[in-house]
RNA sequence: GGGCUCCUAGCUCAGUUGGUUAGAGCAUUCGGUUUACAUCCGAAAGGUCACAGGUUCGAGCCCUGUGGAGCCCACCA
């Protein structure tokens, strides 16, 4: 043996003798009981982050200390689409070369994304590699493999033939420039001077930055608290407005702060996300004052036709001369949601967008995890689900991205003339419109080989298939929601509904994942299990915490903190990262990157190949075999019985704070145990034993029995080292049977 | 603004139904070491458990308040 444990040759030599003889693959042995975890899917065109060691270094440990319990283990590796995030850096290289995704035809520009994944999709998978990962590659999933798409379309239609999907309007970024919605990721917040107008409502005076929606407005609020304004909440008023009289009812919602301007808001539901909101509270009427154009709609009366910015002075001047404008503050600060393209102004507003009714889904989704069907590690996180399970309300699937899983749901052209299109033409440009007039100038064929996004009315005709029901029809171009297709994310790995996988392997025994995706994904995980198979796809959950920045905070490209794991694995190996990370985690709080941690287990890391170095040399010097511990009968001296007596209390805490999945404490046992019982103490005594037969016998059993332990936090140097010891004559450590106390 | 969590040794953190003298790793100081390991061994020092009240025979732990930090969500017309 090398004097001091050299990760960078050994690394690569076990992770091939893993490959090759390792229990990687998962079998249907129906006389064991199988422990299953589904890997949740990292990105697949990105690269490895400290959460991603994390998450498997924990899921590994799981896993491997399971298989050498004897359980059937599978672990299913895969990796994700992340729709938006992948489209985004996509964009960001087509930037590059100067061009943009309005530039592409719907079809074109997804089979370049498809690309630009191929290209990159290979580092994951070969950083999850590295990382030791047990993995059983021979069921590896993208979520956008053949497979997933035919689940997610048939729940997708399940649901719709159920009555649980609806297209209703919902607020969303959109940019009348470029003529397509933005995600709320890719809206920028500027901070920009704009004058702030205050205008006489009635008897109100109230502030506002666009006069120009006033058409649009349905109601006054106030803070119910108010008390200059208490009197009026419930009552309707009369507004003398720019093109006549009407009347405003006055609502009390504490969204309005009373400290801003005059603590009066008018309330425009079809143009800000905040009245959108308080519209619904208090069902308001939305009426919709800027087209999609860009332009005011025909409520304006003789604005109509007026760009957004144009009819905010003609506005303005007009309330001036009728003397409804009481002052102009020139010099108000404040933030504007702007396109991440152009720095165009983004007009929220009101689009259809397809829905799941939650109401039948979330109930039995908060029973399981109260009744203690699925519980939560750990258990206060449990609140944060409970809470999202009372607040959820219905789910917007829909995407205005390409990539991802189209919605199959198709509409023909003859029986909605309403369709709106955008299309690349034959000569490549861009056209929009209705469907009903644009072919009048362009082929239906020609539309469907161009067609970029279009937007049906929220009372379409559609039908749901995922072929094409007839020469006459578009498909949506929206696509799902993420969450919707990684939602069913167990049934998809696990080929549900028929496989013997599905049968044998589901539900799986835990998810293993960070607990800022409880909402979005956990949640949706039970509740699709449920739907569909009447069982949630899993017995626990447990949820590790954020791994911060070594100043505490976030990692965050701006912020310029983030920690590449890479680093340290080159450094220090992939075994003391592991355990460095592991051992930071306790309660599945957040916790600061422990780089002293990682020091002090790059240590450790050394101390046991050091032990396993004395041993071996001790061997060496004796004359002859050292008895097998086993079948030898040895005169134990009150220092062995000692050591193994400890050894068995060893094995006990271990087993016991991992099935707790308290993973930090149990590495500790483990590491206090080796570094200060077996090598300060009794490897000390060891050496000046006479009765040596009976002295290395005990300790090469303690010893190899603390590989075993250690093997599932500290895979690579624990497998060495047993295969040095035993010659290679007992087969891989990961395969080997989890000691047992005795 | 709403929510969750944290504040314990110089640093990073344990401390699992309240119960002797509050622990670990790293760092510090002192000593040791002619060979398993200087990436070692032994020892020491280091804490008003953020602060202020309260409950209790007893509080790092439970309750209330204050201050600070981190994160999630919603964001100012």
């Known amino acids: 043996m090398e004097k001091t444990y050299n990760h960078k040759e050994v690394e690569d030599r076990i992770l091939s003798s893993w490959a090759e003889n390792g229990k990687l693959k998962a079998n249907i042995d129906k006389t064991k009981e199988p422990y299953t975890i589904i890997l949740p899917p990292p990105n697949a065109s990105g690269k490895m982050h400290t959460g991603n060691v994390l998450m498997i270094a924990i899921e590994d440990l799981l896993i491997r200390w399971k298989r050498m319990k004897g359980y059937e283990v599978l672990w299913v590796p895969g990796t994700d689409h992340a729709g938006f995030e992948t489209q985004t850096t996509f964009e960001r290289e087509l930037r590059q070369q100067g061009k943009s995704r309005l530039d592409f035809d719907r079809e074109t520009l997804y089979k370049k994304i498809w690309d630009f994944v191929k290209e990159n999709r290979g580092l994951i998978e070969n950083q999850i590699k590295r990382m030791g990962a ?59 001077k704009d004058p702030l107008y205050y205008i006489k409502y009635g008897p109100f005076v109230l502030a506002t930055v666009r006069p120009e929606t006033k058409f649009g407005d349905t109601a006054i609020a106030v803070h119910p608290d108010d008390s200059r304004y208490k009197e009026y909440i419930g009552k309707e008023i009369e507004v003398e407005g720019l093109i006549g009289n009407f009347k405003l009812k006055v609502i009390g919602d ?4 009373p400290q801003f301007g005059t603590g009066v808001v008018k309330v425009t539901p079809a143009h800000d996300k905040n009245d959108y909101e308080a519209g619904k509270r208090h069902n308001l009427e939305i009426k919709q004052v800027i087209g999609l154009d ?4 025909n409520i304006a009366g003789p604005y109509a036709g007026m760009k957004v910015s144009e009819a905010r002075k003609v506005v303005v001047e007009d309330l001036k001369n009728k003397g409804l404008l009481v002052k102009v503050d020139e010099e108000y600060e404040h933030a504007v949601s702007v396109c991440y393209k152009k720095g165009h102004d983004i007009e929220p507003t009101i689009l259809p967008n397809w829905f799941i009714k939650v109401e039948s889904l979330k109930k039995p989704a908060k029973e399981v995890v109260e009744k203690g069907e699925v519980k939560i590690f750990p258990k206060w996180r449990e609140i944060t689900y409970r809470r999202w399970m009372e607040e959820m309300h219905d789910w917007p699937i829909s995407r205005q991205t390409v990539w991802g899983i189209r919605i199959p749901a198709w509409y023909s052209v003859e029986d909605n003339p309403s369709l709106k299109v955008t299309f690349l033409d034959k000569s490549g440009i861009v056209k929009t419109g209705l469907v009903s007039e644009l072919l009048a100038t362009s082929g239906l064929d020609e539309i469907k080989k161009g067609l970029q996004s279009l937007m049906a009315p929220k009372d379409a005709k559609y039908v749901i298939s995922r072929e094409s029901p007839g020469e006459d029809f578009l498909q949506e171009t929206d696509t799902f929601d993420t969450w919707f297709s990684s939602g069913q994310w167990p049934l998809i790995t696990l080929g549900y509904p028929n496989s013997e996988d599905f049968k044998y392997f589901y539900p799986t025994s835990v998810l293993e994942t960070g607990w800022e995706i409880i909402r979005p994904w956990v949640s949706r995980m039970i509740m699709f299990g449920i739907y569909l198979t009447g069982k949630p796809p899993f017995k626990n959950v447990y949820l590790h915490g954020l791994v911060r920045a070594l100043d505490g905070k976030k990692m965050s490209k701006s912020l310029g903190n983030v920690i590449d794991p890479e680093k340290y694995i080159e450094e220090y190996g992939v075994d003391t990262l592991r355990m460095g990370l592991i051992s930071g985690t306790a309660n599945g709080r957040d916790f600061t990157f422990p780089q002293d941690k990682i020091l002090g287990y790059r240590n450790f890391a050394n101390k046991i190949w050091n032990m396993g170095r004395f041993i071996l040399m001790m061997k060496e010097r004796y004359e002859g075999d050292v008895p097998q511990f086993e079948s030898a009968k040895l005169d134990l001296k009150p220092e062995d019985k000692e050591i193994l007596e400890k ?39 060891v050496k000046n034993r006479e009765d040596k037969d009976v002295a290395l016998s005990t300790l090469i059993h303690v010893y190899t029995t603390c590989l075993k332990l250690l093997h599932p936090f500290m895979p690579f140097i624990t497998e060495e080292i047993w295969g040095i010891m035993t010659e290679n004559k007992k087969g891989l450590l990961m395969n080997s049977p989890w000691p047992v106390e005795k």
């Open 647 to 685: 050894l068995s209390l060893t094995i006990k805490a271990v087993d016991e704070n991992l099935e707790k999945y308290r993973f930090a404490d149990a590495g500790e046992v483990i590491y206090q145990f080796m570094w200060h019982e077996v090598a300060d103490l009794y490897i000390e005594k």
């Open 254 to 257: 504490a969204y309005v702060d």
């Open 134 to 192: 047990s993995v059983d590659w021979s069921r590896y999933t993208f979520t956008l493999d053949d497979k997933a798409l035919e689940i997610v379309n048939n729940t997708f239609s399940r649901m719709e033939s159920e009555g649980l999907v609806y297209r209703d309007d919902y607020m969303v970024n959109y940019c009348p420039h470029c003529g397509t919605t933005f995600a709320d990721l890719e809206v920028r917040h500027v901070t920009r």
């Open 294 to 297: 860009g332009k005011l709609t």
